[in-house]
Structures are given as structure tokens and as C-alpha cells.
Nanobody, 125 residues
Framework: QVQLVESGGGLVQAGGSLRLSCAAS????????VAWFRQAPGKEREFVAG????????EYGDSVRGRFTISRDNAKNTVYLQMYALKSEDTAVYYC??????????????????WGQGTQVTVSS
């Protein structure tokens, strides 16, 4: 099992950038496929990006493709979400999720068993 802890959220102006981190405990993290999801108030949880255990495969949600980049450093047990050109509609709580059995890049939140507590991202217009 792993425990996931997100960090890096905050308040940023539209057009700005942020980098989120998802730090994992546990020696088996490099066997986990990991994804970022987000949830805005009153909306369903949305797939943002996913990355395979080795980092050689990535997938993005349509609303962030070309603006966000997911990456990982297995030596540091950390997955990153670099966000550029932020928009007010990117405002949400961002969660990282992982599972060793999920298909890499799966956008289905119910397939991930391990979740962090979330970090708030607020984009002011």
C-alpha cells in the first residue's frame, strides 16, 4: 500500500502557472499507475492527467491537453503536475490517485484505490 500526499496548490492569477506534487510513501510506488483528478464545487470529479508506472505513457483530459504536463520521479516517489496558462475554470481541489492494477491513463476514478487528501488550486481572473 501507499499513502499519497499532494502539495503545491495555491492562489494564482489567470495565465500563471503552478506545479503540484504528489509524494508517495511505500517502496512499491514505482509499480503504480498514477493520475490527477480535480473537483470543483458543485461539479463531478474530472480526470486531468495520468501517467504509467515507468513514466513513458501519459494521457490528458481534453480541457488541459497542451497546458498541463504530468511527470514522475520514481527515485523520489513523486508525481508532478505542471500547469501552465491557468484559467479560472481550472479552479478546483486537485487529487492524485494511484493503483498498480489500473490501465495506465485510465480516466475512471473508481478504478483507483489510493487517493491523497487533495490540494486547492484557485485561479483568479
Amino acid at each position: 500500500q501507499v499513502q499519497l500526499v499532494e502539495s503545491g496548490g495555491g492562489l494564482v492569477q489567470a495565465g500563471g502557472s503552478l506545479r503540484l506534487s504528489c509524494a508517495a510513501s511505500g517502496r512499491t510506488f514505482n509499480s503504480y499507475n498514477v493520475a490527477w483528478f480535480r473537483q470543483a464545487p458543485g461539479k463531478e470529479r474530472e480526470f486531468v492527467a495520468g501517467i504509467s508506472e515507468s513514466g513513458d505513457f501519459t494521457e490528458y483530459g481534453d480541457s488541459v491537453r497542451g497546458r498541463f504536463t504530468i511527470s514522475r520521479d520514481n527515485a523520489k516517489n513523486t508525481v508532478y503536475l505542471q500547469m501552465y496558462a491557468l484559467k479560472s475554470e481550472d479552479t478546483a481541489v486537485y487529487y492524485c490517485a494511484g493503483d498498480p492494477r489500473v490501465v495506465p491513463g485510465s480516466p475512471l476514478d473508481y478504478e483507483y484505490d489510493y487517493w491523497g487528501q487533495g490540494t486547492q488550486v484557485t485561479v483568479s481572473s
